[in-house]
């Protein structure tokens, strides 16, 4: 079982910048596809970013939000500048050994997630 643990979440206000970690401790990390995820109240999950040779973002967030890894800690990143209000949302890791790249975008490319961490911004 690969368990991911998300973390960074915080409140913050529209301009500033904020980090989110994830941690997939116990697999060779460099075999897996990572991706983040977000859900705002009442809408459904949303693709945010991935990175498996290269990295991919939603247009919605290209240019304000990098996507990163360190594979000797186990861990992806989501740096995230220039925060906005509809930037407001649970982001989520997720993680596969097997991503097909026309896939990478679609939540069932992946087979673990972590819990969420919320991030919260406010005009």
């Known amino acids: 079982q690969v368990h991911l643990v998300e973390s960074g979440g915080g409140s913050v206000q529209a301009g500033d910048s904020l980090r989110i970690s994830c941690v997939v401790p116990?697999?060779?990390?460099?075999?897996?596809?990572v991706a983040w995820f977000r859900q705002a109240p009442g809408s459904e999950r949303e693709f945010v970013a991935a990175?498996?040779?290269?990295?991919y973002y939603a247009d919605s967030v290209k240019g304000r939000f990098t996507i990163s890894r360190d594979n000797a800690k186990n861990t992806a990143y989501l740096q995230m500048d220039s925060l906005k209000p509809e930037d407001t949302a649970v982001y989520f890791c997720?993680?596969?050994?097997?991503?097909?790249?026309?896939?990478?975008?679609?939540?069932?490319?992946?087979?673990?997630w972590g819990q969420g961490t919320q991030v919260t911004v406010s005009s």
């Open positions: 997720a993680v596969s050994e097997t991503v097909i790249l026309s896939e990478i975008r679609s939540q069932r490319a992946y087979a673990y």
């Open positions: 116990g697999v060779t990390f460099t075999r897996y596809a």
């Open positions: 990175f498996k040779w290269r990295t």
